[in-house]
């Protein structure tokens, strides 16, 4: 399928920089836009707006929301995100069925046989229900259209976990390349005319069918879209930052193409690469003074205006040593040497400062293959997009070069290095959005907690990772401290609160938990994995059902409708 017609002018420019061994500038075009109509949601001078006024929210995730065993399940749930004021909720638009069937045909999208995709439209009805339904509530829906993550499930694993419940069960990225190119990589979904010629064909039958829905808030182009994808699939090793940032592009290029009233986001998981040259480089521009906490750990200074830069995530290591240093030193029980100093449970503060590693870790130095700044820059991107998961990623800028959260797991001894990892983030991307003037989304953050561990699932798995033995980084999370109840809910006070002080447009919770739902039963026809046989929601470890945690995020909902609707130009 030629691709080539649909892009813009601005972005035919990329075609020498694919074909360049050199990273080389893309020149930033501003995109004409009209007027949205009246209703939908648009992004203009880094806020989202709505009839021009400002538009702040809470959201959460019901990736299984399409899944359930009745439209009657779908309204109760949509009345419980509106009674919790929460604004937006967030589905997963999409799910692949690979040969022949008999599963409910409202639950899925898309059916693969012989590597033909064909669209299917009872489970595009479905969609079309529940923006129905949610515009009567007030509510908008945000669409993601894959996932990176869709491993492959063997039948053991469907037994606990029926295919639908966890939400890399859905079929994804993955599910392109090998109906396409059996055993090919997974990164050839992002470089590959073919693959990404069959993603198209799936844009072209779903996007134009709801592109008037004044409900729908965007387009998410992936779930965490990563060069790398569940730990069986391969990459090619020619996949980068820069790949994802190509295809972010041309994608939503393509997107607007088909649907110009809505808004389109990369879906990415925030991730940083502060050494990556740019395909869309931004001039910074004069330095603006203000009061928050600069990136450097100091008050009162100057707001970052450009990009974060590798010095500055440094200084974030220094300031955060530096607090642990003094809080070991004045805790109870802290005992002075023979020579007068403090014996910590912590390194020393002077040996640490003094080192001479300076890397920065693999949530800024592009290990994780996303430049969220450039994917940002992109024009036809938007709203910028970041997540938080610190049970599977490592965001502590300590040094560390690992591929999972640090040793121990994100509870326990690590907890307070967890929450402060969480606060980081959130304040750098809120600093990222106001520096490019683009709104940013919390697009899903979640902490495995001691009640839901023994359900927890790691995106890239099949099992529940207390008990797999898949692989080395599985069995390592056997003994992985988790954080307590109280803990959880310290954590996600902690992080909504510094979210909607730093100006975070939106804050979507992952995931939402619905309990009194139709139960699975056979005798209905289909038995779908929406519900459990008692009614509730499908959980990966990460559902909520408590109503502490429920109170702190309608609390942030209507934290953040207090600051909507002014009107600021």
Known sequence: MRTASF????????????????????????????????GFVY?????????????????????????VQTNADITKTLDTIKADKLQVVRIWGFREIVGETTADPATYTQQWINGEQKCNQPGLDRIKFILDEAQKRGIYVQISLTNNWAPDFPANATTKFP??????????????VQQTHPGGTHDLFYTDETVKGKYQNWLKCIIPQVSNHTALFAWELANDP??????????SGSCNAQTITRWTADTSTFVKTLDQNHMAASGDGGFYCTDCAKLFPRAAPATVSGGSVNMVGKRGGKKRTGYLTRAMVLAQIKAREKAAYKAARNAPGAKRSIRGSWSAPVASFKRLSSRQDSSVGPGYDGSYTIDTEDIGNVPTIDYQTFQFFPDQNTYNANGQDT????????????FQATVQAGLDWITNHAETAQAFNKPTIMNGFGLVNSDSSGSFVPFSGTTVAATSSDNSARRAKR????????????????????????GINGITNYQHGES??????????????????????????????????????????????????????
Not at 52 to 62: C, I, L, S, V
Not at 169 to 175: A, H, K, L, P
Not at 226 to 235: I, L, V
């Open 7 to 38: 892009l813009t002018a601005g972005l035919l420019a990329l075609s020498s920089v694919i074909s360049s061994p050199t990273p080389t500038r893309v020149q930033h075009r501003t995109s004409n836009k009209r007027a949205p109509p009246a």
């Open 226 to 235: 990563r060069c790398k994808g569940d730990d069986s699939r391969t990459t």
């Open 403 to 414: 591929s999972g959260p640090p040793p121990g797991g994100a509870g326990g001894a690590n």
């Open 43 to 67: 992004a203009e001078d880094g806020k989202f707006k709505v009839d021009g006024k400002d538009f702040y929210f809470a959201g959460t995730t019901a990736y299984w929301l399409t899944q």
């Open 479 to 502: 003994d992985q401290a988790v954080s307590s109840d109280d803990q959880q809910n310290t954590a996600y006070g902690s992080w909504t609160n510094q979210a909607v002080n730093s």
């Open 516 to 569: 009194g739902l139709t139960g699975q039963d056979s005798s209905q026809g289909h038995s779908n994995s929406g519900s459990d046989t008692q009614g509730n929601s499908p959980d990966d470890g990460y559902r909520i059902s408590s109503q502490g945690i429920n109170t702190i995020f309608s609390n942030t909902g209507q934290q953040q409708m207090d600051k909507s609707g002014s009107d600021s130009g």
């Open 163 to 176: 295919l639908g419940s966890l939400s890399n069960s859905f079929g994804g990225i993955d599910t392109y």
